[in-house]
């Protein structure tokens, strides 16, 4: 198993908790994104940095993912394809997201889309709080000790 990041919009204290569960548990992790950024140095730990451009990085880590790969994503339609392929996908909020919830989940976000092109402001998600920041190192821990 290896672990992907989304890593354009993952959150800095997201990103430390994964740092330090590659080194912990020697998985190959590799954050993508379409602009540079500074990672530890660490043989576990990779980058790798595609062109700019509308989901240029999810399809990256599609593309490369192989079946029971952890993908770490906000992106919910990303995720489908994750699990499409046979891979899991947990958001940086502790959620992993499953064959039974996605569909859910693909649904309420086009509903919420809806909205907003409509002109209605549905406004945001709430900051991450600490809160969030357990229940993913909580979820990512519970996951990489059921899959190692």
Same mark, same amino acid.
């Given at each position: 198993? &290896?672990?992907?990041?989304?890593?354009?919009?993952?959150?800095?204290?997201?990103?430390?908790? *994964?740092? &330090?569960?590659?080194?912990?548990? %020697? #998985? %190959? +992790? @590799?954050?993508?994104?379409?602009?540079?950024?500074?990672?530890?140095?660490?043989?576990?730990? $990779?980058? =790798?940095?595609?062109?700019?451009?509308?989901?240029?990085?999810?399809?990256?880590?599609?593309?490369? *993912?192989?079946?029971?790969? *952890?993908?770490?994503?906000?992106?919910?339609?990303?995720?489908?394809?994750?699990?499409? %392929?046979?891979?899991?996908?947990?958001?940086?909020?502790?959620?992993?997201?499953?064959?039974?919830?996605?569909?859910?989940? =693909?649904? +309420?976000?086009? !509903? +919420?889309?809806?909205?907003?092109?409509?002109?209605?402001?549905?406004?945001?998600? $709430?900051? #991450?709080?600490?809160?969030?920041?357990?229940? !993913?190192?909580?979820? #990512?821990? &519970?996951? =990489? @000790? %059921?899959?190692?």
């Amino acid at each position: 198993m &290896k672990i992907w990041v989304d890593a354009d919009a993952c959150p800095a204290v997201i990103k430390d908790i *994964l740092f &330090k569960a590659a080194e912990r548990t %020697k #998985l %190959k +992790m @590799t954050l993508v994104a379409n602009h540079a950024m500074r990672i530890p140095p660490s043989q576990y730990i $990779s980058f =790798l940095q595609v062109r700019p451009g509308f989901d240029v990085a999810d399809n990256e880590i599609v593309q490369q *993912l192989e079946r029971g790969d *952890l993908v770490i994503t906000g992106d919910i339609p990303l995720a489908a394809e994750v699990i499409e %392929k046979g891979g899991h996908a947990l958001n940086p909020r502790g959620e992993l997201y499953t064959i039974d919830n996605i569909k859910a989940r =693909l649904t +309420m976000r086009d !509903f +919420m889309d809806s909205l907003r092109s409509s002109g209605i402001n549905t406004g945001g998600p $709430s900051a #991450l709080s600490q809160s969030h920041r357990h229940a !993913f190192a909580n979820q #990512l821990d &519970k996951f =990489l @000790t %059921k899959n190692p």
